[in-house]
């Protein structure tokens, strides 16, 4: 499930998928992330830092946040990758973040756990994956981590 | 979760929980290249995963490990960020480098403070890293078949008289593998009688290396310092010198080398017809004889 160290760069299919997600989200401080599909922020797409209240990659759907090429994404209010709560919701839910290369950062205050799934969902499973590649830097307070 | 490739860090500030029960197991895998740091303890729920795979799994001291099987250590190394007393039977030794402890290729340990050897330890081929060692004379050694070690403090190397475990200190064993003893740390290192093997390598880069007598068989490098061997020096090797004052008798024969850089000083007795190199000043002011 990791990424190759080269594997910086998406698709161009996947930038432009991005880039739409990046104009309905207005990164600021106090706003929530939610990322279904993928969030991505890297020299190309964002040039600012990010900053975000609660960040959830993968809720109820696969997810994944990639922070690129010396990028800094912020969760002021904390981090959950994986939260399955909506009976819908398919039989696995995958949410991954990568953190890669070239200073790049993820800073997290408050909370930051992996695999959220609701009680009520005990038929549903997250999957929760956290890469840290070359030269990229996650501080977290403090982290809770039921898959990997 | 995978931290992996050069300069990658994973750094929780406090606890890291990690769970496992029937249809999940939390894994943290820590890769060549990169480190884990966790700020105080590693608490588990069942029997979560962490592998170190080439990676650097730092902690403040060995009490934050979580229980024993919890950690596959494949290869890599610790780090422990206080002072560590490694005696025989200290349970993280022994799990991770054996008892008595050996550390191999793939094995490494960095302590950032102290370290107090009361055990023997063989560094062999894998690396140790820490600000200073003190070998405890009646039951502590260290022996340098292979490997690196790394000293990075003041008076680097400690203890009652000066020796370094088993007297003479050996860099190296002549075998093959190589042995490098790297002092980097300002100020003065005080060593008691050194031999550096064929297979050896010491280099120096504090300000002043006391040493009671050193035999040179391989390589050993100092700049920018003093070199005071009190018995005298042979050198049967490859001995560079760059902006030295060397303090004592220098005995260094045909089929030795002295490579020289800027200013070198010596300022004993030199004797002997090994070949000078380089394009430096070299003063003798004690007796010379090229025979």
Not at chain 1, 53 to 58: C, K
């Amino acid at each position: 499930m990791r990424l190759p160290a080269l594997m910086h760069r998406l698709p161009a299919t996947a930038v432009v998928c991005t880039l739409a997600l990046a104009v309905l989200i207005t990164p600021a401080s106090g706003v929530d992330l939610t990322v279904s599909g993928e969030y991505l922020v890297d020299d190309v797409t964002n040039t600012t830092s990010q900053v975000f209240n609660v960040i959830t990659v993968g809720r109820n759907a696969n997810g994944t946040l990639n922070v690129f090429d010396g990028r800094l994404v912020s969760a002021t209010g904390g981090m959950q990758l994986g939260l399955v709560s909506s009976p819908t919701a398919p039989t696995t839910v995958t949410a991954v973040t990568n953190v890669i290369g070239n200073h790049s950062r993820l800073e997290v205050s408050g909370t930051f756990l992996t695999m959220a799934t609701n009680g009520n969902q005990p038929a549903r499973t997250a999957i929760a994956i956290l890469n840290v590649g070359a030269g990229g830097h996650v501080r977290i307070p403090s982290g809770r981590f039921s898959t990997s | 979760m995978t931290v992996s490739g050069p300069g990658s860090l994973f750094e929780v500030l406090t606890n890291l929980e990690m769970w496992q029960d029937a249809t999940r197991i939390a894994t943290l895998r820590i890769e060549l290249g990169g480190t884990a740091s966790i700020g105080t303890t590693i608490n588990v729920a069942g029997t979560p995963q962490i592998i170190i795979d080439g990676g650097t799994l730092s902690l403040t001291d060995p009490s934050a490990l979580p229980a024993s099987g919890i950690i596959q250590f494949n290869s890599g190394a610790l780090r422990f960020r206080s002072s560590q007393t490694l005696a025989a039977g200290t349970a993280f030794l022994t799990e991770f480098y054996g008892s008595p402890p050996v550390f191999g290729t793939d094995r490494g340990l960095a302590i950032d403070g102290t370290t107090t050897l009361t055990t023997s330890l063989l560094l062999d081929g894998g690396s140790l890293s820490s600000v200073r060692i003190a070998v405890d004379p009646s039951t502590g050694s260290l022996l340098l078949n292979g490997g690196t070690l790394t000293l990075t403090g003041e008076g680097a190397v400690i203890d009652d008289g000066g020796d370094f475990g088993p007297d003479p200190l050996m860099v190296g064993d002549g075998l093959g593998a190589p042995m490098l003893l790297e002092l980097d740390g300002a100020g003065d290192v005080l060593l008691g009688a050194v031999t550096v093997a064929a297979d050896g390598t010491l280099n120096f880069g504090g300000e002043s290396l006391i040493v009671d007598s050193l035999d040179n068989g391989g390589s050993v490098s100092v700049a920018d310092a003093t070199l005071d061997v009190r018995a005298g020096l042979l050198n049967a090797g490859s001995l560079s010198l760059s902006d030295v004052v060397v303090e004592g008798g220098v005995m260094s024969p045909a089929g030795a080398t002295i490579d020289v850089a800027g200013t070198v000083v010596f300022n004993g007795d030199y004797a002997g017809a090994a070949a000078f190199y380089g394009s430096g000043t070299v003063v003798f002011n004690g007796t010379l004889s090229f025979d």
